[in-house]
Structure formats: structure tokens, C-alpha cells
């Protein structure tokens, strides 16, 4: 297929070559000069020669014509090919051409399944050139990454590890294949799940995720369920100042007649505090003060006073009622002769009928 390519390539040349056994003298009324000084048209050594003079450059074989001026390259020769051959044996290429003239080429450098090295390969022509069905090879580990496209590696691709295997990486970070019964140790089957298939996939276990599980900083907002902190979640002092969204500016955060929470602006709290018992405006200049004598006894629910509140000699006797001290009330030993009022002089406490 190779050699078949090659032959097509010489034909496209055209063959433009004028090494012929055709005696150049022969064919025009012309001097023929040959050497190395003329290797490019435009030459204008050597000079003397007439028009129509040919020069051949020894070396390349390049055929070039006087113009007058300067050496120039000859005309494309259109001549036609009669016939030609190939031997395998020795890879010699025969043209024959019109009018007589051969031409043969030595194919052996071009034999064999030799490699291509180079990084690129060109077409030569147009966007409608041909070029016959070819196999190639592909170099040991040549595809890259980067030469895959997205995708491109199907489950039709990968070498089967066998029956009932896992593709995996090991702890070296080698891709591996292990047989799938080796998941039970490697999920611990409590928190995690499942064997890592299709048919029986990892799962976390409800309530598996317990505090331990959770780094620092690991839940989120976006973590949070709407109304998920409730007042047993918040600390003592977790909610600061800067956590209260502002109501607005001279605006009191207090609840309202039916316990809701609401801003109300700082001037309407001289309607909230009567400014008798209670006077101030609730605010940092004008805090709210409990006047003197304006807790009375209707202000004071049962039981409000209790022995706490009491100070020490507090409770005159202006303050019992009538049989208020009963025998459970005196503590044994302690009501002194001191402690008992004097009815006049020789009086005798005694009970009535």
C-alpha cells in the first residue's frame, strides 16, 4: 500500500525533469554551459552567453535558460508519459517518455514499513486531495491525557478486571481492581453501608452523623433547615447586639399587648410608662426609674414580700397582727424576760377564761 502511495506522488510531480537521453544540442540551436555557479534563477553569472543558452548545475541537475538578462529556470517540459514499470526485485521505477526518452528511479530508500517520526503529516493539493486507506500504529503510552476528548473513554474501553471486581485506586494511588466482597471492610457497615455497586450502593445510616463526624466550621447556613435553631440550641449570651437585625433608628425592641415582639419608636414610651410609679423614656440618658414610695401594697402580688426582702429588725410590733406570734412561731429558749413587755408592778401573766 505504501509503494502504491509513493508511485501516485511521482505521477503528480509531473515529472518536469530534463535528464532524458535526449542530446539537448540536437534539439535547439543553442550552447549548452553546465557547472555550479547558476543555482537560482536571477543569476547573472556566468555572462557572454546568447539567448537562449542553456545552463545544467552539476550538482543539482537543474536545468536553467538565458533570458538575456539573467539565468532563468526552463519552461515545465510537456512531454507525455507512454508507459511505465516497477521491479520489485531491485524497486526501479521505468518511465517511458514521448519521443524516446526514459527515465528510471531507484525506489529502494522508500521499501519496507519503515515509521513515520514526524509530529505532523501534510497533504499535499487542494481540500479535495486523495489519499488511500492506510493502517497506522499508534507509539506505547502516545495518547495522553490531554489528547482525550470529554467522554471519550466508554465503559466498552476499559479492560475488564473480571467477574464481580471494583475499580478502585489502592493506598498508593494505584488503579486497581478488587473484588467487590472486599468493601465490607472497607465501609464499616454502621455509619456506611452497602457494598459500592449498582445493586447494593454506599449509604450513610439515619442519625449516623453524629458530633464527632462534624469538623469545625462544617455546618453551614445552607446546612440549616428554616426555624432548625430554637431557643434550647442557643447558648447563655450567645445572642449579641450585633445578631438583633436594627429596627430602625430611636426604636425600642418590646413585646405587645398579645406577647409579640415588635420595634416601637423611643417617643411613644411616654405613653408606656406613667411617668408616676414608673417616669424615663427607656433610653440610655433617660432609663426607666421606679419612683420612690410608688410600690404600694396594691402594686405587690401574694406572697411577693418574702424573707429575703424583709431587713434585719424590720418587723415592729406595730407590724403583727393580733395573735400573729403563735407557740410554733417561738423558737425554745430564746423569749428572754427582756423580751416580755411589763404589765405593772406585781402582775402576772396568765390566760382568761
Not at 118 to 131: H, K, P, Q, R, Y
Not at 175 to 191: E, H, L, M, Y
Request: aromatic share 4%; with cysteine; glycine share 10%.
Amino acid at each position: 500500500m505504501k509503494k502504491g502511495i509513493l508511485i501516485i506522488i511521482f505521477l503528480i510531480s509531473g515529472f518536469a525533469l530534463a535528464q532524458t537521453t535526449v542530446n539537448l544540442e540536437d534539439q535547439c540551436n543553442c550552447e549548452v554551459l553546465s557547472g555550479t555557479l547558476v543555482t537560482a534563477p536571477g543569476t547573472t553569472t556566468p555572462t557572454g552567453a546568447d539567448v537562449g543558452d542553456v545552463y545544467v548545475n552539476t550538482n543539482t541537475g537543474t536545468i536553467y535558460f538565458w533570458d538575456g538578462d539573467s539565468w532563468e529556470l526552463t519552461s515545465t517540459d510537456s512531454q507525455q508519459i507512454q508507459v511505465f514499470s516497477f521491479n520489485p526485485v531491485n524497486n526501479q521505477l521505468t518511465l517511458t517518455l514521448e519521443n524516446g526518452g526514459t527515465f528510471n528511479a531507484d525506489l529502494s530508500s522508500l521499501a519496507g514499513d519503515g515509521n513515520i517520526t514526524s509530529t505532523t503529516i501534510d497533504v499535499g493539493g487542494d481540500i479535495n486531495a486523495l489519499l488511500g486507506d492506510v493502517t497506522l500504529e499508534i507509539g506505547d503510552d502516545a495518547v495522553t491525557n490531554s489528547k482525550l476528548a470529554d467522554n471519550a473513554v466508554q465503559i466498552e474501553n476499559i479492560l475488564s478486571g473480571g467477574i464481580d471486581k471494583v475499580l478502585v485506586t489502592d493506598a498508593t494511588g494505584l488503579v486497581a481492581w478488587v473484588d467487590k466482597s472486599g468493601f465490607a471492610t472497607i465501609a464499616d457497615q454502621i455509619t456506611i453501608t452497602g457494598a459500592g455497586t449498582v445493586g447494593d450502593p454506599f449509604k450513610v445510616e439515619d442519625l449516623s452523623i453524629v458530633t464527632a463526624k462534624l469538623d469545625d466550621g462544617a455546618v453551614t447556613t445552607i446546612k440549616l433547615g428554616d426555624d432548625a435553631v430554637t431557643n434550647a440550641k442557643l447558648a447563655d449570651n450567645a445572642v449579641q447586639t450585633e445578631n438583633i437585625l436594627s429596627g430602625g433608628n430611636d426604636q425600642v425592641l418590646v413585646t405587645d399587648a398579645v406577647g409579640t415582639v415588635v420595634w416601637v419608636d423611643k417617643s411613644s414610651f411616654d405613653a408606656i410608662a406613667d411617668q408616676v410609679t414608673i417616669t424615663g423614656v427607656g433610653t440610655i440618658g433617660d432609663p426607666f426609674k421606679v419612683e420612690d414610695l410608688s410600690i404600694v401594697t396594691a402594686k405587690l402580688d401574694d406572697g411577693a414580700v418574702t424573707t429575703i426582702k424583709l431587713d434585719d429588725d424590720a418587723v415592729t410590733n406595730a407590724k403583727l397582727a393580733d395573735n400573729a406570734v403563735q407557740t410554733e412561731n417561738i423558737l425554745n429558749g430564746t423569749i428572754l424576760t427582756e423580751d416580755i413587755s411589763s404589765g405593772g408592778n406585781d402582775q402576772v401573766l396568765v390566760t382568761d377564761a
